[in-house]
């Protein structure tokens, strides 16, 4: 079960990052190829150590803790990558990479100076939003409601995740739950994204802003 949410994270990652590469280029391509490898790297680490402890072996502390400064610098590179694509205005400038990448390292400093993972928390949130949201924006560009309602699902099942995960008392039925909601989220993401790059059908007719 904790593998599933893995697999269709890295489904819709596959999906996502050659649709990304063919209209903004190889540079974005490259970015949201590392960024999508660390997402889908941290996820795998989170499902391996949850299966460890659960067949009574040791408790890997590193890999526990890997997953958060993972997810955040990938869904940071992602949701960048994500924002290359613009429709319309061709002319438009994004915000250049540098940006993004001090954001994703200044909660990693954080983290590490705190002792504790919620900056990373808050960077992989607002990562993750922003690349949710870019993606509805593209839906409803292309007409796709049905992509639109599975991307704010995403988006509403994932702060839904993080509330639960925060509950003090983690019984075996909230953890079932969590990971099938969990398996929810991500394969309606998955699902979203391969409607939307299937032939191209919302990438293939947006313009790509100037890369700084």
């Not at 540079?27 to 790297?41: F, Q």
């Not at 949850?50 to 526990?64: E, H, N, R, S």
């Not at 997953?67 to 613009?86: D, E, I, K």
Request: hydrophobic fraction near 60%.
């Amino acid at each position: 079960m904790d593998f599933l949410p893995v697999l269709a994270m890295a489904i819709g990652v596959t999906l996502l990052v050659p649709g990304v590469g063919a209209v903004a280029g190889p540079k974005v391509m490259r970015v949201a190829l590392a960024g999508g490898l660390s997402i889908v790297t941290g996820g795998a680490l989170k499902a391996t150590w949850k299966t460890i402890v659960a067949l009574g072996g040791p408790d890997i502390v590193w890999m526990a803790k890997a997953q958060f400064f993972l997810l955040g610098p990938g869904f940071t590179l992602l949701a960048w990558a994500l924002l290359s694509v613009r429709p319309g205005d061709a002319g438009r400038r994004i915000a250049p990479l540098w940006a993004f990448v001090a954001f994703a390292l200044i909660g990693v400093v954080a983290a590490a100076g705190v002792g504790a993972t919620w900056p990373l928390l808050v960077v992989t949130t607002a990562s993750s939003t922003l690349l949710a949201v870019r993606l509805i924006l593209l839906a409803q560009k292309s007409g796709d409601t049905v992509a639109m309602a599975l991307l704010g699902f995403n988006i509403l099942g994932s702060y839904s995740m993080g509330m639960l995960a925060g509950q003090p008392e983690q019984t075996i039925v909230l953890q079932w739950f969590e990971e099938s909601l969990n398996t929810c989220v991500w394969t309606a993401f998955a699902v979203a994204v391969w409607r939307l790059t299937r032939a191209g059908r919302a990438l293939a007719h947006v313009r790509t802003a100037p890369v700084s």
